[in-house]
C-alpha cells in the first residue's frame, strides 16, 4: 500500500470521527419537525367568573398545542386598574388582561399589538362595530379585542306605562318629554313621590356623565374634535344638551322630574317608584335581582327626531402585556452557570400565543375551522371547533355582542336588541383619565344645578379642567 494512499485513508477516517461526534452531540443541523414550546397564559379581568371562561378555555387547550395552562383570575373593580398597573410595573402581571374602552391611550406603552401576520387591520373593521375599532386601533395598530360592547337603553317600568295609558315607550326625546306629565307624581308638600324619568343630576342617577355625553353627541358636539388633542365643549351644540340634560332637575320647569334627594336612580327603578331610566344591559340582572317581580322591559335609547341616530358605548376588551419577566418557579430555579434561558425570544412566543388565542376567543371562525401557527417555525395546521367561543361566552353572561354577524343574531333577543343594535351607532370618546374626567363632569353638572354656575360658565370650566388633565 502506497504511503499516498494510506494518507488519504487517514484522512477519511478522521473527518468521519468529527462528523460522527459533531452528529452525536447535536452540532450538526438538519432538516426536523417545527420546534416544539408550551405558553402559558394567565388571563385577568373584572365582574365575569372562571366559569364564564370554562369551556372555552377547555377547547383551546385540546386543539393548541403549543398551549399549556390557561388560568383566569377575577380582580375587584375598585383597584383594578392600580393592580394591574402595579403588576405591569413590575413585570410580573398577567399575559392577557381587561382593560376599559377609554383606557386604551393611556395603556398604549403597557399593551403588545396584535402582529399583522396574525390580524389585519381590514379584519378587524370587518368583524367589529365601528366603536370598537375607533377604540381600540391607533396609528393602524390593534390594541385590544373584545367579546362584548355594551351601549344605552330605556329601561321602563311597563305597570307605570299601563297605569298612565301609555303605549309605546318613547322613541324619540319629544316623545319622552310629554310621557312626563303623565308619569310624575307629585304629593300635596311638593315632594316628588313617582318619577317619570331619572335625568338631570349628577351623584344620584348611574353613569350620569355618559347620558350627558351621548346628549352631546345626538346634538352634534364632537367633544374631541378629529385629529385634535383638546376636548371642546363651549360649542352651541355641548351648550344645548346640558340645558336639555338639567331641565329634568329644575323645579320651576314643566319637565321637572327629579332632584338631588330621590332614591338612587337603580334603587328607585326597581323599588318601583320611577317609570324610566337609561343605563346598560349589565343592570338588567341587578334590577332582576333586587325585584323579580318588577314587570319592566327595555327599548331601544330615544334620540332626536330631526337628528343622526347616536349612542354611546362603555365596554371592556382584552390586550396582551407588553413585556413579562419569566419567573422561576420555586424549586426550579437554574443551576449555577447554566445558561439563561432567552427571555426576548420567550417574550415573543408569549405575545404571539397570547394574540393567537385571542383570535380563536374573539373573531369569527368559518365552517368551525381555524388556522393555528408555530410560533417559531410558522407553519400552520388547521384544528375543527364544536362551537364558536365568543357566542358560548356571550350566551353564558348574556352579553350584547361586539361582533357584526352575532349582532344579527341577536336582533330579535327582547332583551339583548336594544343595546346590541346600540352598539351599531355607538360613539365614544378618548378621555385619559376616566375616573377624574368623571368626576369633573359630576361637579359641572352639580354646578348647574345649585344655580353656582351657568351652563356656559360650567362648560368652560369643565373644558379647561380635562385639558389640563389630558396633559399630564
Request: proline content about 5%; charged content about 20%; some cysteine.
Amino acid at each position: 500500500m502506497s504511503i499516498k494512499f494510506f494518507f488519504r485513508k487517514r484522512f477519511f477516517f478522521l473527518i468521519g470521527v468529527v462528523f460522527a461526534t459533531m452528529s452525536l452531540s447535536g452540532c450538526i443541523f438538519k432538516q426536523t419537525a417545527p420546534e416544539q414550546y408550551k405558553v402559558n397564559l394567565e388571563v385577568w379581568g373584572v365582574f365575569d367568573d372562571s366559569d364564564a371562561y370554562a369551556d372555552v378555555f377547555n377547547q383551546y387547550r385540546k386543539i393548541n398545542p403549543y398551549i399549556g395552562e390557561i388560568n383566569y383570575r377575577k380582580l375587584p373593580l375598585e383597584t383594578y386598574k392600580d393592580d394591574i398597573l402595579n403588576a405591569l410595573a413590575a413585570g410580573k402581571g398577567p399575559d392577557i388582561f381587561m382593560i376599559r374602552n377609554a383606557w386604551r391611550g393611556s395603556f398604549e406603552d403597557k399593551i403588545a399589538p396584535a402582529p399583522e401576520y396574525l390580524l389585519t387591520e381590514k379584519q378587524y373593521r370587518d368583524v367589529f362595530v365601528d366603536v370598537v375599532a375607533e377604540d381600540f386601533i391607533g396609528n393602524g395598530k390593534i390594541y385590544g379585542a373584545p367579546l362584548s360592547a355594551d351601549s344605552l337603553a330605556l329601561y321602563y317600568n311597563k305597570d307605570l306605562f299601563n297605569a298612565a295609558g301609555i303605549v309605546n315607550p318613547p322613541t324619540t326625546w319629544d316623545e319622552l318629554l310629554g310621557d312626563i306629565s303623565k308619569l310624575n307624581r307629585v304629593d300635596q308638600f311638593g315632594n316628588v313621590v313617582q318619577s317619570a324619568v331619572a335625568l338631570g343630576t349628577a351623584y344620584n342617577i348611574n353613569r350620569s356623565m355618559d347620558l350627558l355625553t351621548v346628549l352631546m353627541f345626538q346634538m352634534g358636539s364632537s367633544i374631541l374634535p378629529p385629529g385634535q388633542k383638546r376636548v371642546e365643549l363651549t360649542d352651541e351644540n355641548s351648550r344645548k344638551a346640558l340645558e336639555f340634560y338639567t331641565q329634568f332637575s329644575r323645579i320651576n320647569s314643566n319637565t321637572y322630574t327629579w332632584n338631588p334627594s330621590l332614591h338612587y336612580s337603580i334603587d328607585s327603578f326597581y323599588e318601583g317608584t320611577l317609570g324610566m331610566m337609561i343605563d346598560y344591559s349589565w343592570h338588567f340582572a341587578t334590577v332582576k335581582q333586587k325585584n323579580s317581580k318588577l314587570n319592566f322591559a327595555v327599548a331601544p335609547l330615544p334620540q332626536f327626531s330631526d337628528g343622526k341616530p347616536v349612542n354611546f358605548a362603555n365596554y371592556w376588551g382584552f390586550a396582551v402585556a407588553k413585556n413579562k419577566v419569566a419567573e422561576d418557579k420555586p424549586g426550579q430555579a437554574a443551576p449555577q452557570g447554566a445558561v439563561k434561558p432567552d427571555l426576548e425570544k420567550q417574550n415573543y412566543l408569549r405575545i404571539h400565543e397570547a394574540w393567537q388565542f385571542l383570535n380563536y376567543l374573539t373573531l369569527p371562525h368559518p365552517d368551525n375551522k381555524i388556522t393555528l401557527q408555530n410560533g417559531i417555525a410558522g407553519t400552520t395546521k388547521e384544528f375543527t371547533l364544536s362551537f364558536d367561543p365568543a357566542k358560548k361566552y356571550l350566551e353564558k353572561t348574556d352579553k350584547p355582542a361586539a361582533r357584526r354577524d352575532l349582532i344579527e343574531e341577536q336582533k330579535n333577543d327582547v332583551r339583548l336588541a336594544p343595546f346590541a343594535t346600540g352598539n351599531l351607532i355607538a360613539k365614544n370618546w378618548y378621555q385619559g383619565n376616566m375616573e377624574l374626567v368623571e368626576a369633573i363632569f359630576a361637579e359641572m353638572i352639580d354646578s348647574v344645578n345649585k344655580g353656582e354656575k351657568s351652563v356656559y360658565d360650567a362648560l368652560t370650566i369643565t373644558t379647561n379642567r380635562v385639558n389640563v388633565l389630558t396633559k399630564q
